[in-house]
């Protein structure tokens, strides 16, 4: 079956400072790849997504995230964090055939200091 | 453009009790979606309908029923509300009937079952 780990519950940054989310899967197939932020009371809203091509994906609010099939890995990144881009980051990932409809992760926390 | 709209924000139940988790999209997507949130446990689907007449069951689906009201409504029924079902649900709903696009998601229901 299916799944997707992120490691990390919580990550604090300080403002300016690089970000690296991780995301592991596990399946054997080609997977359909997914960042998602959700910000405190809100829905979650796509960052970025990723099929197949290139395998750094742009994304909005300046995240990008890189595909590496050798680690099952696909960690989001941003060069310099905001104090806005306090969140909830959720990747998520899901496969063709059958109801493989995407399985999220369990979420990991940014907290960002001034 | 109001996207995917839940309704109510917010709601409290006693155990036994049942309500009626409504949720409207407006952007002409086939596919809709029910998940819950739970802290530390990401986001677990519910149902889902990959196009109007259908339902399908997901991860988590016991004590839940859905109907597909016609495309622009998917609700979500709690017969009889237990303290296990506490937890904020999304609906969320994707274009044409695949999740591959990936989700647009509404704001939320906070539900406490007392």
């Known amino acids: 079956a299916q799944s997707v780990t992120q490691p990390d519950i919580h990550i604090t940054v300080s403002e300016g400072a690089s970000l690296e989310l991780r995301c592991n899967y596990s399946?054997?197939?080609?997977?359909?790849l997914f960042w998602y932020v959700q910000s405190p009371g809100q829905g979650l809203q796509l960052l970025l997504k990723?099929?197949?091509?290139?395998?750094l994906v742009q994304g909005i609010k300046g995240f990008e995230a890189e595909f590496k099939r050798s680690q099952s890995s696909f960690n989001l990144r941003k060069p310099s964090v905001h104090w806005s881009d306090a969140a909830e980051y959720f990747c998520?990932?899901?496969?063709?055939?059958?109801?493989?409809?995407?399985?999220f992760g369990r979420g990991t926390s940014l907290i960002v200091h001034p | 453009n109001a996207g995917v709209t839940q309704t109510p924000k917010f709601q409290v139940l006693k155990t036994g009790q049942s309500m009626t988790l409504q949720c409207a999209q407006d952007?002409?997507?086939?596919?809709m979606y029910w998940y819950r949130q739970d802290p530390g446990m990401g986001l677990r689907l519910i149902y889902y309908?990959?196009?109007?007449?259908?339902?399908d069951k997901g991860e988590v689906p016991n004590g839940y029923n859905v109907s597909r009201l016609n495309k622009r409504e998917f609700s979500l029924r709690l017969e009889s509300a237990a303290p296990s079902q506490t937890s904020v649900y999304f609906c969320?709903?994707?274009?044409?009937?695949?999740?591959?696009?990936?989700?647009?998601f509404g704001s939320g229901t906070r539900l406490t079952v007392v």
């Open positions: 399946y054997g197939a080609t997977p359909y």
């Open positions: 990723y099929f197949s091509g290139d395998t």
């Open positions: 969320a709903s994707s274009e044409a009937d695949s999740w591959t696009y990936g989700y647009t």
């Open positions: 309908s990959a196009s109007e007449g259908t339902t």
């Open positions: 998520a990932v899901g496969y063709l055939g059958g109801s493989y409809i995407p399985t």
């Open positions: 952007m002409n997507h086939n596919s």
